[in-house]
């Protein structure tokens, strides 16, 4: 029965409900082919899209999505594809879906996934939860229908914090449940973190890249609060509610969301719950759907109950386990504790929340002082029912406080529907965990090849077939297999199925079949439930070899004893054969018995014999280690096609070895690197995830140790590098070459350091600096004889630091005193591991920081923070310093190459090789001007890189090279750290920019920039601050289409970006039409002017398929550029016209600016001209500063063109070429003083330039809505946020403007304006209504907007700028908003006030000219400027550094507040805040950096 409205009724659809509001994305997963889709969680999910409930998560107003996926058509990686859309998936499914997706669950864990799973109905299989143990997923479970939505809502708000996925259990209850109120959204929605949501979600989770956790570590139990130099360490109890998600493990972040939910919505969760009494003597801890029923059951009892003090402990956090919560709610008065687990089919003699409970008795972890912990018993659950569960609670008790408890017995029956009254007594056997894995992982598909007796394939005791019987029995069932392909060829052959599907069934299993795919038992299956519904002899025939449908998996299985002789054991017969079979091979030797049985013979050479023929899967496997790895192992070894070798570790003396014995044994030899886990795959799979996967923590020590004890295996070694060329033959095409590269590739990587004089090199860098020298010491170290590495700190195996010999740590600083991307994993490691010996190591750190980046006095700390943090943390740890921690610092004279040739020198002479060789020097790496010399005219090697398939990306010089084309190299930032945790190169795509000098385009243009963006980008473009266009999110494939297109539009992209003049920018003047076609014809013609001939632009772009050249607009065909010469100029070059008394093309920010002017009769004369303005600085860098252009004097008209040509050819002959930092012609002019420099132009010009002309400037924006011209056409000013012509749910801009270019006629143009709005322009009285229309239609006609964002511009920043730090035009509309009703409240909500925001101090905007400008320092913190003046004539200066959203709130609300109470008539807020003294005003760019506010230096 439906529950009422606003209720909730199963468990099922609250958790549906809340994974629907927290997602972007829900995926479904049908659990059964069959199943009617409104089922489960599918009913509420269906309700939420039907209604069209809106989400709490999902972006930009869109609802969120919900797929179904059918179980068997790999859900689990659908949701890994999603993961490249969307930052918030979900998926609901059952468990029994779990296993079989161990290998996605792995990834999936990485990203902020939330799992909501509903444990299958009758008899739950609580094992199906348990194998997900080590993927790194934190496991919550819920025990009532209220629990199923709070703590699903905490799943979400988890996930979300840490970025990391979580699953969330429950079981089906027996009869119905009361429903409940559905939880408000205004209430939840406040626990969520609105910053990690707004700053992208997985884009900035930390990804975890050692995926397995360890089974039996006990979490820390102090949480990480975020580092502050004012915070003293609080030793008293930690506010769980302020704990700093990224350093927290996820067991804090698990108690601190709990701690929010409790607040929120008032019910208080824990990790572990004790239900009964305090005086206890026995404890049941039970993992299974009938915890209930005993609590019952037990509250319920008499005196004389046996069991009446008995108290029963529940699990809610399963993952992290935490050792120390569990202790806390067991009584003291305890003495046995009984450990209940309900699993259909226990693998292991010992479950796993056994293994759990016996770990966390000990406190410190260490095994061997389990004695003095009470007596713990293990049980198997089976199902119970109100009868029979007091009589189980009796056994149960007597059991276990009998002299000598029976370990696992069996409690109640075994399944629901099959019922045993009785409870059972049974004990499984050690040694068949891993056939009963095998048979758990596939189930009716397994066969074992080898076992005499099919029914009872217990290993090793009742096997006595060698492999190569096996591989018999293998060929055997390849025959019976040949004979059912001809049957079904003939069946189709001859038409025998009527019907169609079946057919198509038929064809598509044998195309699978003949392929060898993976997904043959998925087809099988469908077929085997179609022809059962077949009545047909010939279907009743097919199904007696159903089997052979579903595609076995083969196995054969057999012991150590096979490992001692490969030769001539069979296992060389079964890999050489390369055919589709599993040899699962069991060690059952104890690592502390190994010395006494010659260990040293070593039997695990297997794998790497197997890897050697490098056609073979191969995994080494620890059950007791890690189980998860274990099946993931299995499903690989069985998705390969050819052979798998899986060597499987089982230590035991005797049956009757205790679990801590085993636990013990196994953790020693994985631990010691005696028994690595890893899992090698020839290929690497399709996501490029490296086929070399060390799933334990040493390897390399253990490789590089039996590589030296076996000679035949040394041998291996040698031949690395020709890695498995005896079968090279086998393979031929260019792809398998590509792989088989990679392969060898990883492995030699591994072996690195094998050697010479050992290095290893580790960097961690964000920006590429501390990478490029890493690299560069790696070469010059191989240049002295040292057998140098390098590798990101986080590619290297931690655990392994212990065994290097020489060890160089170079990493640059980021974020706050944070350490780059690739190196924080790293980091964390090294921080909290108590265990790692570094005594043999040398070792020394450099850093690369900046001391002024965090300029505030308590904010020193962050300086070079990372380097000192590491230097300090490796003493500590043992290590010796070789060279005193060397400190490179941006602000010394050579940024850090001033410190780093200093430690550099000392390290070769600590470690000896300082006088060795005549080292040739690398030559110094290449400029741009490099680049452009060897770029032959600009060609470079684009057109090679173009048809480059194996990357989205271009070289480095064809990036350069390629911008003079208007084309940019970016990449999706929001999904770089996924796509890098997926081992993918980033998403590169191109902007394009469009030259349209004048910033004029008739509506066919713009509908055609209108459609490559939907055709070719990404469905957006945005009008620039230069007033063109500018696409983004073109793949390289498209590139060429792209700029065909654009030029078949009568536009082109040539000099849109580079050193080289740009688009002439040209003011929209809509009140004036002659004066505005007059100065935009001067805007063309200079533009045409000062074009790079680029012959290669033709060749490249514009070629047709005879490739012929294409020419556009009549350029001659000549390498030759007369005004640029080869070199081109040093850095960009930009001019803009400006007509008083507006400036919104801020005449001052550029190269050049002209200043028109009119005579009385207002006539064009001629132009003031300012030179040497310029926006782009370097954080930090006083010696880069922003500049208002200065004034040079007035020419006529007929000399303007002659005056910029010979501006550009002075700068181009004297701007510094050595440092593109101050490369601009502001630099130039004042390194040769203004005067001079007039002179030198003067000089070039054979004139003077007139005293300069009387000019007024009143503002630079926009002044919106409609006004008449003279000639009676109409203009309508339109206001486009931030330029982004993007629509929206609630806002169509783009489709309105396109209605409207689709509209308008005659000399109708749409005019683009430096603030990034759009001026529909000359529209005829006739076609007024219908524009109007329009624009009502699409809302464009709406100027309610506030004054502040009227004056608003933002530039791109993220997604799209590669080089953004923070964010800009996705960011600034929030937080104008946040201001608005503060300035309403002001008065001011009609007040301009010019704000900008950009995402690094490029200055893409202008920030430097704004009232208030915030220019992006780190993710969420901007330096906040004050003070630049109304009409662009004043630079701006900084007031507060690195503030974030609150402090910039903070700091502007009062300001504007005295700018509302005290201002004189018509002062501008810039203005005022200069006059009362706030800030002191920037009169000359070098005055810059002068007299900032005091409060923000040291
Ligand atoms: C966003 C950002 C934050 C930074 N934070 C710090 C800092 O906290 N402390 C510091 O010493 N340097 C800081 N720096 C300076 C960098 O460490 C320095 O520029 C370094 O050379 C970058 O090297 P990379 O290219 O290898 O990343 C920061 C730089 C950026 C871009
Ligand atoms: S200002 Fe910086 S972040 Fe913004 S678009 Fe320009 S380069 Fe990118």
């Not at 004990?427 to 758990?440: D, I, N």
Request: glycine share 8%; charged share 25%; net charge negative.
């Amino acid at each position: 029965m439906a529950p009422p409205i606003g209720f909730v009724s199963t468990r099922e659809d609250a958790a549906a409900r809340i994974a629907y509001l927290f997602s972007e994305t829900v995926l479904s997963v049908q659990p059964n082919l069959k199943a009617a889709p409104a089922i489960g969680f599918q009913h509420a999910l269906d309700r939420m899209v039907y209604h069209k409930v809106r989400g709490i998560v999902a972006r930009r107003e869109t609802l969120p999505s919900v797929y179904n996926v059918r179980y068997n058509a790999d859900p689990f990686l659908a949701a890994i594809d999603e993961l490249s859309r969307s930052s918030f998936v979900s998926i609901t499914a059952t468990s029994s879906t779990l296993q079989a997706a161990v290998t996605h669950l792995a990834k999936l864990a990485k990203f902020p996934v939330v799992i909501h799973v509903s444990m299958s109905r009758g008899l739950p299989d609580f094992s199906e939860i348990t194998s997900l143990r080590q993927l790194g997923f934190t496991l919550i479970q819920s025990f009532s229908l209220r629990e199923a939505q709070d703590l699903a809502i905490a799943s979400h708000v988890l996930a979300i914090r840490t970025g990391k996925g979580v699953i969330h259990f429950f079981h089906q209850p027996d009869g119905e449940e009361i429903p409940i109120p559905v939880e408000e959204v205004n209430q939840i929605e406040k626990l969520i973190d609105r910053n990690a949501l707004v700053y992208g979600g997985t884009e900035r989770c930390a990804v975890a890249r050692n995926i397995y956790w360890n089974d039996i570590a006990v979490v820390a139990e102090k949480p990480t609060m975020k580092e502050s130099a004012d915070e003293k360490t609080n030793d008293g109890p930690v506010d769980l509610t302020k704990v700093d998600y990224r350093t927290a493990s996820l067991f804090q972040a698990t108690e601190s969301v709990f701690e929010l939910m409790s607040v929120t919505v008032g019910r208080t969760y824990k990790a572990f719950d004790y239900h009964g009494a305090r005086n206890a003597d026995t404890a049941l801890l039970i993992f299974g759907s009938c915890a209930q029923n005993f609590i019952t059951s037990i509250s319920l009892a008499g005196w004389g109950d046996i069991y009446s003090k008995v108290g029963v402990i529940t699990v809610r956090v399963y993952r992290p386990w935490s050792a120390k919560k569990l202790l806390a709610v067991i009584p003291r008065s305890v003495q046995r504790l009984g450990v209940l687990e309900q699993a259909h089919h226990q693998t292991t003699k010992w479950g796993p929340i056994l293994l759990d409970v016996i770990s966390s008795l000990n406190n410190d972890n260490d095994l061997s002082k389990a004695a003095a912990i009470p007596v713990v018993v293990g049980y198997q659950l089976g199902h119970l029912d109100n009868k029979t569960i007091r009589q189980a609670l009796r056994g149960i008790v007597q059991n276990i406080q009998s002299e000598t408890p029976i370990q696992n017995l069996v409690v109640g029956g075994r399944a629901s529907h099959d019922v045993d009254r009785e409870y059972q007594l049974e004990q499984p056997e050690l040694e068949t965990a891993y056939s009963k894995m095998l048979y758990t992982v596939f189930g009716d598909r397994l066969s074992i090849l080898n076992a005499i007796d099919r029914d009872d394939a217990g290993i090793p005791r009742t096997i006595t077939g060698n492999p190569e019987y096996g591989l018999g029995a293998y060929l055997a069932r390849e025959d019976e297999k040949k004979m059912l392909v001809s049957k079904l060829q003939k069946a189709i052959d001859e038409k025998l199925f009527t019907n169609q599907e079946i057919n198509d069934l038929l064809l598509q299993w044998l195309l699978l079949n003949r392929d060898g795919s993976s997904k043959l038992s998925e087809v099988g299956a469908e077929l085997i439930s179609k022809l059962e519904t077949d009545s047909s002899e010939i279907a009743k025939e097919l199904l007696n070899e159903r089997v052979l449908f579903l595609g076995t998996s083969s196995w054969i299985i057999g012991s150590d004893a096979w490992s001692y002789d490969l030769g001539t054991s069979g296992v060389h017969n079964i890999i050489a054969s390369g055919k589709n079979v599993n040899v699962l091979i069991i060690d059952s030797q104890p690592y502390t018995a190994r010395a006494t049985k010659n260990a040293f013979r070593r039997k695990k050479d297997i794998g790497l014999y197997a890897m050697n023929y490098s056609n073979s899967y191969v995994a080494s496997i620890a059950v007791y280690s890690s189980y998860t790895q274990a099946i993931q192992a299995f499903i690989e070894a069985d998705k390969f096609t050819g052979p798998s070798v899986v060597i499987a570790y089982l230590p035991y003396n005797e049956e009757t070895d205790s679990a801590l014995t085993v636990l013990q044994e196994t953790k020693k030899a994985v631990d010691s690197g005696y028994w690595p886990l890893y899992r090698w795959d020839p290929r690497p799979d399709e996501s490029g995830l490296p086929n070399f996967q060390l799933d334990s923590q040493a390897l390399k020590r253990e490789l590089k140790d039996f590589l030296e004890r076996e000679n035949h295996l040394s041998q291996v070694a040698r031949r690395v590098p020709v890695f498995g060329g005896n079968i090279s033959g086998s393979y031929s095409s260019e792809l398998r070459k590509q792989q088989r590269k990679m392969a060898k590739d990883a492995y030699s990587n591994l072996l690195g350091g094998l050697t010479g004089p050992p290095l290893t090199i580790l960097f961690a860098s964000d920006g590429g600096s501390a990478e490029s020298l890493a690299k560069r010491l790696q070469r010059r170290a191989k240049g002295r004889g040292l057998g140098a590495v390098v590798l990101a700190m986080d590619d290297f195996p931690v655990e392994d630091l212990g065994a290097e010999e020489n060890l160089v740590i170079i990493t640059s600083t980021a974020g706050q005193g944070e350490f780059p991307q690739n190196g924080r994993n790293f980091w964390e490691a090294v921080k909290s591991s108590m265990d790692l010996n570094l005594t043999p190591v040398n070792y020394t750190v450099f850093g690369l920081g900046d001391s002024h980046y965090w300029p505030r006095k308590q904010d020193k700390v962050y300086y070079n923070k990372p380097a000192k943090d590491l230097n300090h943390r490796l003493e500590i740890l043992g290590a010796k310093r070789i060279v005193e921690l060397g400190l490179g610092d941006a602000q010394d004279p050579d940024g850090y190459q001033t410190a780093y040739p200093t430690w550099e020198a000392q390290l070769w002479k600590a470690l000896g090789v300082d006088g060795i060789g005549a080292l040739v020097d690398e030559p110094p790496s290449l400029t741009n001007e490099d680049f452009k010399v060897q770029s032959n005219y600009l060609r470079g090697t684009i057109v090679k890189g173009l048809n480059d398939e194996s990357t989205g990306a271009l070289s480095t010089s064809d990036f350069q090279v390629a911008k003079f084309h208007g084309v940019y190299l970016q990449d999706d930032r929001d999904i770089r750290e996924q796509r890098k945790a997926h081992g993918l190169e980033p998403a590169y795509y191109f902007m394009i920019r469009v030259r349209m000098s004048g910033g004029v385009a008739t509506p066919a243009q713009w509908l055609a920039i209108d459609e490559i963006a939907d055709s070719m980008g990404n469905h957006t473009f945005k009008v620039t601050t230069r007033g063109t266009y500018q696409l983004h999110g073109v793949i390289k494939k498209k590139l060429k289409t792209a700029i065909k297109a654009i030029n078949a539009a009568l536009l082109d992209t040539i000099a849109a970006c580079g050193d080289a003049n740009r688009n002439v920018l040209c003011t929209g003047l809509p009140y004036n039409s002659a004066l505005h076609k007059e100065l935009n014809s001067y805007a063309r013609v200079i533009s045409d002017h000062l074009l790079p001939t680029l012959t290669a632009y033709h060749e490249i772009w514009l070629t047709d398929d005879n490739d012929e050249k294409k020419l556009v607009a009549g350029n001659a065909v000549v390498d030759f550029e007369p005004l640029y010469g080869p070199a081109y100029l040093p850095r960009k070059f930009k001019i803009a016209i400006a007509m008083p008394p507006f400036n919104e093309v801020d005449v001052f920010a550029h190269d050049v600016g002209l200043i028109a002017i009119v005579d009385d009769e207002g006539k064009l004369t001629g132009f003031n001209v300012v030179a040497g303005g310029g926006m782009g600085i370097t954080h930090n860098n006083k010696k880069t500063y922003p500049r208002t252009g200065s004034m040079l004097g007035y020419v006529t008209k007929e000399d303007v063109v002659l005056v910029c040509e010979k501006i550009m050819l002075i700068q181009r002959d004297n701007g510094n070429r050595k440092d593109r930092k101050y490369g601009r012609l502001q630099y130039t002019i004042d390194a040769m003083g203004l005067d001079d420099f007039r002179l030198k132009v003067e000089e070039l010009l054979g004139f003077r330039f007139e005293e300069t002309r009387s000019f007024s400037f009143e503002s630079n924006i926009d002044h919106f809505g409609w006004v008449k011209d003279e000639r009676g056409l109409n203009h309508f000013t339109l206001f486009v946020e931030n330029g982004r012509i993007m629509d929206t749910p609630g806002f169509r801009i783009k489709t309105g403007l396109r209605e409207i270019a689709l509209a308008i006629k005659g000399e109708a143009e749409f005019r683009l304006t430096g603030n990034q709005h759009v001026i529909l322009s000359n529209i005829a009285e006739e076609e007024m209504p219908a524009v109007k229309r329009l624009l009502a239609e699409y809302k464009l006609d709406n100027r309610q907007f506030s004054g502040l964002r009227l004056s608003s511009s933002a530039c791109v920043a993220f997604p799209t700028c590669a080089v953004a730090i923070a964010e800009g035009e996705r960011y600034l509309p929030i937080f104008i908003s946040k201001l608005e009703a503060y300035l309403e409240d002001l008065g001011l909500r009609h007040d301009s006030v010019i704000m900008r925001m950009t995402g690094c101090p490029n200055g893409c905007v202008r920030p430097w000219l704004a009232e208030v400008a915030m220019v992006g320092k780190a993710y969420g913190v901007y330096n906040l400027m004050l003070g630049g003046g109304y009409v662009g004539q004043r630079l701006n200066k900084l007031y507060r550094s690195s503030v974030n959203e609150e402090q910039a709130l903070e700091i502007l609300k009062p300001l504007f507040k005295r700018w509302a109470l005290e201002r004189a008539e018509g002062e501008h807020f810039g203005d005022f805040l200069i006059r009362v003294g706030v800030i002191k005003p920037t009169l000359d760019g070098k005055k810059f950096h002068d007299d900032v506010a005091v409060e923000n230096e040291e």
